[in-house]
């Protein structure tokens, strides 16, 4: 169980990663990945790479339609890692 929070902890640590994740949790129905690689700031590429660790973490979920996949946040992960943090030293 330990190290699921490891993986989400290790996916958010990165700057490019925390950012594309908090683009994606603010945006009302997710975001393409050429939109959060722009709200982000990062190339698309790297975008790319970065997403596909935030979604093996369970933080997003990517769905694909036609040549466009959409990321939305999966808070649930979230809410997991904060009760987890919350409960340390308790």
Sequence with gaps: MKSNYVKVLNALSQPNRLALFEAIAN????????????????LLNTAAVNLTVLEAAGLILSKKSGRS?????????LHNLADYLGRIGT
């Design 27 to 42: 945006s009302e129905n997710g975001l393409t990945t050429t939109e959060a690689a722009k709200a982000a700031g990062t």
């Design 69 to 77: 996949v959409t990321h939305t946040a999966r808070f649930t992960t």
